[in-house]
């Protein structure tokens, strides 16, 4: 007998039927990020990446246009199983023209090959207006700046990114997720914490004033507890956005390296559900503080999986990756990531929920913690290998020198 078929039979046996669960798997879409490729540089020579981000390490082969990057994505996509996204940042735009327009002046038609190369592969986008890494951002405040000329500047960036996204969702008959995070925020000790929040109040809701059709782009807007720059304080906080998203009908995006190092986002999707439609993730692993490592399959990724899966929340939670490792075949960084965030929601659709709530329920937490550790050595590999054969991508252990080969005739020509 195949591995495959013991499995599905041993899952029988605790009252999970694993065909039911690769169906639901494959509906689940991850939104995989542009910027992994490129060390976050996108295409505008822009200098130095700032903004309190930073990535380190020097792996030869960083995709330096949008080809390149399309072609590292075409090939991650052939070591990842299941359906994809891809996110997209506004620095991403590949104007045809001489002029290089201003980022207040990005149109959808900036961004056409991507939208093109996404059309050919029946993918959706999702999109992140940018403001880091230029002039009008180097005081380290945008949409909270005192400075008017500064809050407009960025206001417009918002409303063409909207309106970009709009285009998107239209023509890929796929909503795109806009997400807004801004670097705001001080290295020291801020005098007045409430009148950059007040400022973002204001330009959130201008930015959003504007009417944009819901069925082809929806906002999310994600919080940071701190950046390098603006370790005491950041604008977008948490409890801002939670009063802002949830005040304005918009979702909150959760980035899993932005609170306290042992705080994790699992816990808060619970709460957040019950008072919100929708909700976006940034799945990411900080190691120390906001590092950006590439996501692993560790307890805190197992959580957020669970949160998602236990709660039925597969339409409503949308998963998308954020981080930039420059140390390691960035590619292999794409697939490591991705490959363990649905390998998580595997794991977590192959656990018994119905009998763990039952157990929760009648006060039998002994069988309750029996049962979880049951769960750790269950052949759950057996099932992601069949998952990624019928997706006809490569099991664990067979990808790898697939990485190699390419780093081999594609990578190492980019010189
Ligand atoms: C920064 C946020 C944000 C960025 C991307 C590039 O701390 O996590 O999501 O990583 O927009
Ligand atoms: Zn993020």
Same mark, same amino acid.
Do not use: C, Q, Y
């Given at each position: 007998m195949n591995c495959y078929k013991m499995a599905n039979t041993r899952f029988q046996e605790i009252g999970v039927d694993t065909e039911k669960v690769l169906a639901r798997l494959d509906k689940i879409a991850l939104s995989l990020h542009c910027w992994q490729g490129d060390d976050v540089?996108?295409?505008?020579?822009?200098?130095a990446l700032d903004g309190g981000l930073a990535v380190t390490g020097n792996?030869?082969?960083?995709?330096?246009n949008g080809n390149e990057l399309r072609a590292d994505l075409d090939f991650a996509f052939t070591l990842i199983p299941g359906p994809k996204r891809v996110n997209l940042h506004a620095i991403y735009a590949e104007p045809s023209g001489k002029k290089k327009p201003g980022r207040d002046e990005l149109t959808a038609d900036d961004f056409a090959p991507f939208m093109d190369w996404a059309a050919d592969r029946r993918i959706g986008l999702d999109f992140n207006p940018t403001f880091f890494a230029h002039p009008m951002a180097a005081s380290g405040m945008?949409?909270?700046? &005192?400075d008017k000329a500064v809050r407009k500047y960025w206001i417009r960036h918002g409303i063409a990114c909207r309106k970009i996204a709009e285009a998107f969702g239209k023509r890929l008959k796929n909503c795109c997720i806009t997400n807004f995070w801004i670097p705001d925020g001080y290295k020291d000790i801020a005098a007045d914490r409430m009148a950059p929040r007040k400022r973002l109040i204001e330009s959130l809701d201008e930015i959003f004033a504007e009417k944009i059709d819901q069925k082809c782009n929806r906002d999310s807007l994600e919080s940071k507890l701190f950046g390098i720059g603006s370790e005491s304080y950041v604008t977008g906080s948490h409890e801002f956005y939670m009063g802002y998203a949830l005040s304005r009908g918009k979702m909150i995006c959760l980035d899993?390296?932005?609170?306290? &190092?042992?705080?994790?986002?699992a816990d808060k999707i619970s709460s957040l559900m019950l008072f919100s439609n929708e909700l976006m993730l940034h799945v990411s692993r900080g190691v120390r503080?906001?590092?950006?490592h590439a996501v692993i399959l560790n307890d805190e990724l197992r959580a957020i999986a669970e949160e998602v899966v236990r709660h039925q929340l597969d339409n409503k939670v949308h998963i998308g990756l954020d981080y930039f490792d420059g140390s390691i075949n960035r590619i292999a960084a794409w697939a490591i990531g991705a490959r363990a965030t649905r390998l998580a929601l595997l794991t977590a659709m192959l656990a018994p929920a119905k009998a763990l709530a039952e157990m929760e329920k009648k006060g039998d937490f002994t069988g309750r913690l029996v049962t979880m550790e049951t769960?750790?050595?269950?052949?759950?590999q057996a099932v992601w290998n069949e998952y990624c054969r019928r997706a006809g991508v490569p099991t664990d252990g067979e990808w790898l020198e697939m990485i190699r080969s390419y780093e081999k005739k594609t990578l190492a020509e980019r010189k």
């Open positions: 540089a996108g295409f505008e020579n822009a200098g792996h030869p082969g960083r995709a330096r945008t949409l909270s700046s &005192p899993s390296g932005h609170f306290h &190092p042992t705080e994790s986002i503080w906001d590092s950006d769960m750790k050595t269950m052949p759950v």
